[in-house]
Nanobody, 117 residues
Framework: QVRLMESGGGLVQPGGSLRLSCTAS????????MAWYRRLPGKEREVVAS???????YYADFVKGRFTISRDNAKNTVFLQMDSLEPGDTAVYYC???????????WGQGTQVTVSS
């Protein structure tokens, strides 16, 4: 059983910052990808950023230069530093772990991020 626990969401004013964290526990392969997705109101879930065990982050175009993804492999934790937040970033943010050995996907329950004045 693999569990992903997200934290760090909340309400922030435009231009502000938030840092999301996601810690994975349970049995999964050490070689994996961890990613952040988001679901805007009324929209499909979309990838925000991802990073593999060895690094090499990927960012969606709409967050380049504003968000930074990083991970602590020893703690099985991935972070998303979100700066210069805009009202359009308001969404539920989800953490995903992709086990590269079993090819299984695991998802967190999501954390709400609201950007509003």
């Amino acid at each position: 059983q693999v569990r992903l626990m997200e934290s760090g969401g909340g309400l922030v004013q435009p231009g502000g910052s938030l840092r999301l964290s996601c810690t994975a526990s349970g049995n999964f392969f050490s070689l994996n990808n961890m990613a952040w997705y988001r679901r805007l109101p009324g929209k499909e879930r979309e990838v925000v950023a991802s990073v593999g065990t060895a690094g090499s982050p990927y960012y969606a175009d709409f967050v380049k230069g504003r968000f930074t993804i990083s991970r602590d492999n020893a703690k099985n934790t991935v972070f998303l530093q979100m700066d210069s937040l805009e009202p359009g970033d308001t969404a539920v943010y989800y953490c995903r772990l992709q086990d590269l050995k079993t090819e299984r996907d695991y998802w967190g329950q999501g954390t709400q991020v609201t950007v509003s004045s």
